[in-house]
């Protein structure tokens, strides 16, 4: 698979004293920007919260579920809003490859009191199916004919689509397709009452990927300058056309070419 090459070559290279310099003058940056985070998701706590009013239900792999189910015994509730509409053929790749990170991470999230689900509005059936392909354990409900995904403006209906607007991420757009992603947060008090305390869309979900995290750390970065969107690398992780497997220690990487996989959405996320 073809990507972007970053220019290392010609890159400056100094004496061990002249580089620890450098690299701390970056870590009281970095530090910085660690206060400036935490500051944020202080205020991302803070924001007012919208009580849900409307009685949602959707279907999981034991049938027909209502909304405070979903959470389970927790009290928090995270939602990925997968791209997987109906009669799409499979979900899309730049979903699949943030889906890719959640299954290590929900035990850790359950013992801090929140459930982390995927929700779709492609039928149950076409879920299952996809996500029997991906191996994936995460809880994926369908909010098919419901107005799930139309109230958090992840899926667009027909008319919108005709008419080239819809509301997306706080304000209107040509939708590009008729699902996008995003991640919605509600809360359930006491009395069993929910409510929505934040949502966010595009590159607010850069932060779940785990993938792109480290490659920020790395010399060439996450290499997509030149490409035709950012996610064009993406590939649903049964794929990759060159696909290089992590080996054991002492063992050399193992190719194993398989068929590449077309974009399904831009790289806007």
């Known amino acids: 698979m073809a990507t972007a ?22 870590l009281a940056k970095e530090k910085e920007f660690t206060q400036l985070r935490d ?33 389970g015994k927790r009290s928090q509730l995270v939602v990925y809003h997968f791209m997987l509409g109906p009669g799409w053929s499979e979900g899309c790749k730049s979903c699949s490859y943030l889906t890719d990170h959640f299954d290590a991470i ?9 459930n982390l689900v995927l929700i779709s509005h492609a039928p149950y059936a076409e879920i299952q199916a996809f996500k029997r392909r991906m191996g994936w ?20 209906t ?16 040509k939708p590009p397709v008729e ?15 929910i409510f929505h305390t934040y949502s966010t869309y595009e590159r607010g979900l850069d932060i779940l990927v785990g993938t792109y995290n480290v490659l920020d750390h790395v010399p060439k970065g996450r290499d ?7 996610m064009a690398w993406v590939r649903h992780h049964d794929k990759y056309t060159d696909r290089y497997e992590a080996a ?5 990487q193992t190719e194993q070419p398989v068929s590449a996989s077309p974009s399904c959405c831009s790289g806007s996320h």
């Open 106 to 114: 929900t035990d850790h999230l359950a013992n801090r009191d929140v």
């Open 39 to 71: 500051e944020l998701s202080r205020e991302r706590r803070e924001l007012p919260w919208e009580r849900v009013e409307s009685q949602y239900e959707f279907e999981g792999p034991n049938g027909k579920v209502p909304f405070a189910k979903l959470f």
């Open 5 to 26: 090459t970053a220019e290392l070559t010609k890159h400056n290279v100094v004496s061990h004293d002249k580089w620890t310099a450098a690299r701390m003058e970056l």
């Open 224 to 230: 997509e300058a030149g490409l035709s969107d950012t």
């Open 158 to 173: 027909p008319g919108e689509m005709a008419a080239g607007k819809g509301q997306y991420n706080y304000r209107e757009i």
């Open 248 to 252: 054991p220690a002492g063992v050399g």
């Open 179 to 193: 699902e996008l992603p995003g991640l919605s947060v509600f809360f359930k008090d006491a009395e069993g009452e």
């Open 137 to 156: 354990k995460i809880q994926w409900y369908s909010s098919f004919g419901t107005a799930f995904n139309f109230d958090y403006h992840v899926s667009f």
